[in-house]
């Protein structure tokens, strides 16, 4: 019913930053919770962030509490993550996901559309 475009990933260095965007079509963007979720190799998978549908309740890893940001623009159909302050232990590939059981998911299981993922790479 949607379809996920996940953008923005690439190689920095630690302590860099790098904004990802999800681009959403083929729904009612406003509809949705969003999250975003990341795997790395010989790793679980892991929710990041999430957002209610209208951008007021957020929801964040402790991992990433103080560093990350995520937000949305619902006039531009786009999801976004702000990473800053980036450490080796953030590389993963990264997806965007929408949800439509509640105004905010935070579990996987109840998210019904992903991206196609990013990768995020920081070296030290």
């Known amino acids: 019913q949607v379809q996920l475009v996940e953008s923005g990933g690439g190689l920095v260095q630690t302590g860099g930053s790098l904004r990802l965007s999800c681009a959403a079509s083929?729904?009612?963007?406003?509809?949705?919770?969003m999250g975003w979720f990341r795997q790395a190799p010989g790793k679980e998978h892991e929710i990041v962030a999430a957002?209610?549908?209208?951008?007021?309740?957020?929801h964040y890893a402790d991992s990433v509490k103080g560093r990350f940001t995520i937000s949305r623009d619902n006039a531009k159909n786009t999801l976004y993550l702000q990473m800053n302050n980036l450490k080796p232990e953030d590389t993963a590939v990264y997806y965007c996901?929408?949800?439509?059981?509640?105004?905010?998911?935070?579990?996987?299981?109840?998210?019904?559309?992903w991206g196609q993922g990013t990768q995020v790479t920081v070296s030290s």
């Open positions: 083929g729904g009612t963007f406003s509809s949705y919770a």
């Open positions: 996901a929408a949800a439509i059981t509640r105004s905010i998911v935070i579990a996987s299981e109840e998210y019904a559309y």
């Open positions: 957002i209610s549908r209208r951008g007021g309740i957020t």
